[in-house]
């Protein structure tokens, strides 16, 4: 029987910290927006996993 792997995409969105807390938080509050309509679609045959915003390089 072939089976398939589980897999899960990640959702990553970036900015920069100069923006300020609340322009982050609003960012953050659409990147989960994004990713739980990608998800309710079923258009994807794997799961999208939100990530918290990235704002620096490491």
Do not use: R
């Not at 029987?1 to 900015?15: E, I, V």
């Not at 989960?32 to 939100?50: D, F, M």
């Amino acid at each position: 029987m072939l089976q398939s792997k589980n897999y899960q995409f990640w959702f990553c969105t970036g900015s920069q910290d100069l923006y300020g807390d609340v322009c982050l938080a609003h960012v953050a509050e659409h990147s989960q927006k994004i990713v739980e309509v990608l998800n309710a679609s079923g258009n994807l045959p794997y799961e999208v996993v939100w990530k918290p915003t990235l704002i620096t390089n490491s």
